[in-house]
């Protein structure tokens, strides 16, 4: 008889492959025949009478299933004279007069009976659990720890995966350079371990995790101590596993004081399985798994499971670490790019908060910046680069750097936006992502740019697809700022628009971008609504908690980073600004130097009178010279004193080299000289040149007491005024 039933000679196989099985006929009559090989060699010459009977006492013990073969285990006598365990199957063939098999009445019917030592079925049962195991475990490796990025995550899944199924505790150790994104040890290199992740299962409920885990032995962010050196673990530090079974020979082996070895071993444990954590042939860590509570050891099958596990699971932690690398090399680049987080200039006091994006987004192209402009002004700056990852982050910087080039023009809020749109346009083409040596495209990244005047209280606001910012005057509502925005950098073909609004002293400016207010789960409008209240809510707190407390209320979905800031404004007042307008006539340089010495001993700063005199003179007479009427004629104190001189001419005024011989040219080099810094901006007509002193007088060369500086420049360009 073979397993499909029919009749044969030979071993009869077990349904199940690797396992031989007897098989024997039952007659009706009491005796057994058409015995198989493999059953003579199990029963010998035993009493067939004695067999048959003890196989139709088991048979009646137990209930036929539906098809009526009948299943159980039976101690039979042996050919070794001892009983053994069977496991039988046996299935009902004819009655003894010929009719209808009768299932219920073995004693009248004959039995193809199939005989297996119980033990051979319970190592083969044993060897398909454990393959169903490996099975299970290799397949939850592969779809729980190479889903995410991040590193402890990553080792934390590890550790309860094969906590119960595989041990009872279990350590994940990684080496300190892996934590930091860094390139892994080389085997035979000395590896520090820190433990970054435990398991531990709870006898009592069953339940897997960190509770359990014995309080003396060395537990998360703690340091291992690497023990190459010990002959018994020496393996570990080739690359290869290490099964202990003695926990004797361990502590011996270790050589610590008992108080250390509990630090490292569990005070019941009694076997122990440490497998190196290896990728790409190099060291990551090393897990370690002990058995406290099951009784059976480890032994090499439970070895090798668990390597072919960790060798998985290696994969995947290695991503992570390398993921790691790139995502802290990005957020350093980032957070390189943007300015202080608290920034104070004559015009606003700012505070900025950045988040990069969690888990597999990591960093992006969001960022702001605060711009020290011309005249006491400031620049807000704000966008967003499409993407993720470090090419993001290296378009944000160049953008970043095109807006502070640009900025430095002294440009409209729109003429910057629509330069910048040009720039996108010449400078980022289309780029091949599979080319690591094209071009960084910035197309399709939105940008707003504000720029407030302290002395007007005024704010020029120009947006290329970027959502407008939130405005809370004093005692009003916070509202957000009326601007249709353009369209985003890089499209072309479209004009950009802005939008002036009056700030006064004290209103509050919050420039964001989207992954701020936008969420999958919650609608547009009630997250805007929810912007609105945070800013409402805490507008009054100190500057640098604002922007956390509105993270912290409207709980941004973190798949996008976040990019924000607020803006605090102050004004110039009327009395630190003197204004003229005069003509164009050489008589009124005069005029103007008498009116700017004035001014400035109504100030208190007759020290900058002489250097302040020489400028003024200079940028007027180049204006009635060269530009016409009207000229106008401003100063501003604040922490710098602020003079400028403005036009109808367009003409960019250039510093230039005079010859030895030549009668002029000297005057913005003069200028450059007695200032610490100056430059000019276009107006809607015409210029206005500006320069700037310190108060305090460290940026100028002359003071009341000692004009010896300003008579000795004067005399070696021989001027006369």
Known sequence: MNSSGRTGSGTVPFPVGGIESAAVVLHAGGRTH??????RRFFGETDGGVLAGKLRRALAAVRPDAAGIRHGNAALPTASGEPAEFRFTAQPLRPAAGGAAVPDRPDESDWLVLLVPTREVVAWEDARDRGARYARLSHAAALEIGTTLDLVESTQRLARLIV???TDLAAVDLSEPVLHGEEPSRPEADIRLRRVAVAAADPSSGAVGTEAWPADVLGVGQLLPWLPHIPLLRPVGEGSAVVVSDMRRLRDALAMTPARSRTLIPHEAHSLIVIPLLARGRILGAVTAWRVHTEADFDDADAEMLAEITSRAAIGVDNARRYTREHRTAVALQRSLLPRPVLRTPAADTAGTYLPAEGE??????????LALSSLRTGFVVGDVVGHGLGATAAMGRLRTAVQTLADLDLEPVELISHLDD????????????DPTSELAAEGATFLYAVYDPVVRRCAIASAGHPPPLVALPGREPEFVELTPGPPLGVGGMPFGS??????????LAFHTDGLTVRRDIDAGVQLARFREAVARHRDSPLIDIGPEIVSALEPSRDDDVALLIARTRSVGTAAVAEWELAANPSEVGR???LTTRQLAAWGLEDLAFSTELVVSELVTNAVRYAGGPIGLRLIRDQILVCEVSDPSNTQPRLRRSMATDEGGRGLFLVAQLTSRWGSRYRRSGKTIWTEQGIQGTHNLGASADLTGEQELLDAFDVEW
């Open 34 to 39: 058409l015995w198989t090989p493999t059953a």
């Open 423 to 434: 720039l996108v346009l010449s400078y980022w083409p289309d780029h091949d992502p599979g």
């Open 164 to 166: 119960p199924e595989l």
């Open 592 to 594: 103007a130097r008498e």
């Open 499 to 508: 939008v002036d609004i009056d700030l006064p002293d004290g209103s509050l």
């Open 361 to 370: 987004a990591g960093v992006g192209g969001d960022w702001f910046d605060v």
